[in-house]
């Protein structure tokens, strides 16, 4: 089945490490995004990739990096500059042009 | 600038009842709408689309009515269920990206 995978599912963070999301899709999708959601709010896009090898920032892309080396991946490291990380980031996907986005189901990442 | 919004951040309807979830966008020139479901824990889910060149479109129980003249934008489920309870997002077509609205939570009660 096609689809987006995120993992991990749960991630744990001390203050001051870096932590690297993993978003993998097989839908053949050209864009992959990046979007963080705090507690009964709504998304707030981090960074997104239109083809490989280029992204451009979201609206809060401070405190975090991503690369896009190969079309089905599209990591996101949350810095130990982002002062506040504990949220839950949802990756998505898909065609270029006016299509939908398809989601991951969510890595929920919290500062311990 | 472009955004998108909501009417009501929750609603609360009783199951058979028929619901709707409202939304305003600002970018007259938007030309395509969808309609998210979140379940709390999980991503989004995709519910239905609409291109500006429609006004109606219909699902399994669900309708999008789009009223470009006052940008406007409405989500209807029929028979509103108990596995309708959610969290409900608009978005818009922003050029290179959807620009998502702030959501609306249903609660269904018997």
């Known amino acids: 089945d096609g689809g987006i995978t995120q993992s991990p599912k749960y991630l744990f963070r001390k203050e001051g490490q870096n932590v690297t999301l993993s978003c993998e899709q097989n839908l053949n999708h050209d864009a992959m995004y990046w979007y963080r959601q705090d507690p009964g709010q709504g998304l707030r896009l981090i960074y997104y990739?239109?083809?490989?090898?280029?992204?451009q920032k979201g609206d809060i892309a401070e405190g975090y990096s991503v690369s896009r080396e190969k079309k089905e991946s599209f990591p996101l490291t949350v810095t130990s500059a982002q002062k506040n990380p504990t949220a839950f980031y949802l990756c998505?996907?898909?065609?270029?042009?006016?299509?939908?986005?398809?989601f991951g189901s969510g890595t929920r990442l919290t500062v311990v | 600038g472009e955004s998108v919004g909501l009417h009501l951040p929750t609603l609360s309807v009783q199951e058979g009842d028929n619901s709707i979830i409202n939304c305003a966008y600002s970018?007259?020139?938007?030309?395509?709408f969808i309609w998210y479901k979140q379940e709390s824990g999980k991503g989004p889910q995709f519910i239905i689309d609409?291109?500006?060149?429609?006004d109606k479109r219909q699902g399994q129980r669900v309708t999008v009515l789009l009223n470009k003249t006052v940008k406007h934008l409405s989500l209807q489920i029929a028979a509103t269920q108990p596995g309708d309870s959610a969290v409900y997002f608009c978005?818009?077509?922003?050029?290179?990206?959807?620009?998502f609205g702030t959501g609306t939570r249903l609660q269904v009660f018997p």
């Open positions: 990739s239109q083809i490989v090898n280029d992204f």
């Open positions: 998505a996907s898909s065609w270029a042009g006016l299509y939908g986005y398809t």
């Open positions: 609409i291109r500006s060149n429609m």
């Open positions: 970018n007259s020139a938007s030309d395509y």
């Open positions: 978005a818009e077509n922003g050029g290179d990206k959807l620009i």
